[in-house]
């Protein structure tokens, strides 16, 4: 992306990884909603075609008395997504996904996410870069939960990752994307696609990372936490198609003074 805003591609194409093709360009979460009925409510509102579910905290039928998220989120409808949200450790996020991997019929699309400690929930590079090796070695293809570096991005994306997911914030915090120039880089760097993971608080939030050209936005608690989650669900979904149009348009470049917008020639005086 230019200084000006042009797009590094001119013409729509739908969202692809893994050899899967989506038209949604938002991909939600499931945890903290009141109950099963809503979350199936938000995600329909919301268009999103994937839905992310942390395996250890979310019953996919490893507990068989208990409600099972698949009875209102059906496979068959939806990409589901296992993640490894709560694990500390390569080991434990490798283990998280082979159990992922079972529960739903060999699938092998995951989302990777290994955090440093329970206050921020930044992601442990050091770990995730050796589950991640682990991961594609096994067969898995891997979307990776990241710190906004640059170069661990494209690190990260030479191991064969299918997708890259910096945070724009922490998770959870609805702060919004604090760092703008370095989702820029990663962008203008990859060759796979490139989503904003964590942070997102509001659609103006979800926007700027779609006109900042990344491919998509996941999230989960700006959704599930909002007054009133199913009119922010689709606020989410029209952000997210406004932020791609605007990035595919090309913005104005931005000027130092004023320049008028109507034509100067024929003026009467």
């Known amino acids: 992306m230019t200084e000006q805003g042009t797009p590094r591609i001119t013409a729509d194409t739908p969202l692809e990884f893994a050899g899967r093709t989506f038209n949604s360009r938002l991909l939600?979460?499931?945890?903290?909603?009141?109950?099963?009925?809503q979350t199936a409510e938000a995600i329909e509102?919301?268009?999103a075609e994937i839905v992310t579910v942390?395996?250890?905290r979310t019953n996919l039928g490893q507990n068989p008395?208990?409600?099972?998220?698949?009875?209102?989120?059906?496979?068959?409808?939806?990409?589901?997504?296992?993640?490894?949200?709560?694990?500390y450790t390569a080991k434990d996020s490798v283990r998280t996904c082979r159990l992922a991997r079972e529960l739903l019929d060999g699938r092998n699309l995951v989302k990777l996410e290994v955090l440093s400690d329970h206050k921020t929930l930044y992601p442990n590079m050091p770990e995730t870069m050796i589950?991640?090796?682990a991961l594609i070695n096994d067969g898995f293809d891997v979307m990776v939960y990241c710190s906004d570096d640059p170069l661990l991005?494209?690190?990260?994306?030479?191991?064969?990752?299918?997708?890259?997911?910096?945070?724009?914030?922490?998770?959870?915090?609805?702060?919004?994307?604090?760092?703008?120039?370095?989702?820029?880089?990663?962008?203008?760097?990859?060759?796979?696609?490139?989503?904003?993971?964590?942070?997102?608080?509001?659609a103006s939030d979800a926007a700027i990372a779609m006109e900042l050209g990344c491919d998509g936005v996941l999230m989960n608690t700006a959704i599930a936490q909002a007054g009133?989650?199913?009119?922010?669900?689709?606020?989410m979904r029209l952000s997210v198609q406004a932020g791609r149009d605007a990035y595919l348009a090309g913005r104005m470049p931005k000027r130092m003074y004023a320049n008028a917008s109507s034509p100067l020639d024929g003026l009467i005086f």
């Open 228 to 235: 009133d989650p199913l009119r922010m669900a689709r606020a």
């Open 131 to 133: 589950a991640a090796e």
């Open 45 to 47: 509102a919301s268009g």
């Open 28 to 37: 939600v979460g499931t945890g903290q909603y009141r109950d099963l009925q």
């Open 65 to 87: 008395d208990e409600p099972n998220l698949l009875d209102v989120i059906s496979p068959e409808r939806y990409t589901i997504l296992p993640n490894t949200a709560g694990c």
């Open 153 to 202: 991005a494209m690190r990260l994306e030479e191991m064969g990752c299918v997708a890259v997911m910096p945070l724009g914030a922490p998770i959870g915090s609805g702060l919004g994307i604090q760092n703008r120039y370095n989702i820029r880089l990663i962008v203008e760097n990859a060759k796979v696609p490139i989503l904003v993971d964590a942070g997102v608080g509001t």
């Open 54 to 56: 942390a395996v250890r």
